[in-house]
């Protein structure tokens, strides 16, 4: 048993001292190191596990994800999540939406940034 105990920690210091000596781009991909199993085996695996690059291609598919812009029916929503009642779209141009409602009886306006998910810029 103890004969090996010395093996494993000699292999493992051994496996160690290569992963230093490696470049970073090997480092970069992945590694693996297992220890142990019937028999005591050592094993290191370097790289990626078969995901290859394919020349600037994605996921998505050439598909555009980005969040759209805040349109007059999300700030309008967003007003009434907000707990503004009959709320309507008043003033909208390529920078800002207005909507004016009530809350709590007492009429409120809310400006909304054209930015994607509506930020809040004024409420009165």
Known sequence: MFTFLKTAAL??????GAIGATSTSALAD???????GSGG??????GDGGRHWR????????RDFRRPACTTQRAVRKARGMG???AHVVRANH????????KFGQRVAVTFARAPRC??????
């Open 95 to 102: 920078r800002v939406i207005k909507v004016r409602g009530r």
């Open 55 to 62: 020349g600037g291609r994605d996921w998505r598919g050439g």
């Open 30 to 36: 992945g590694i693996s190191i297992g220890i142990g």
């Open 11 to 16: 292999a493992s210091l051994i496996g160690f």
């Open 41 to 46: 085996h050592v094993s290191m695996r370097f």
């Open 119 to 124: 930020p809040i810029v004024a409420m009165r």
């Open 84 to 86: 503004v009642r009959r």
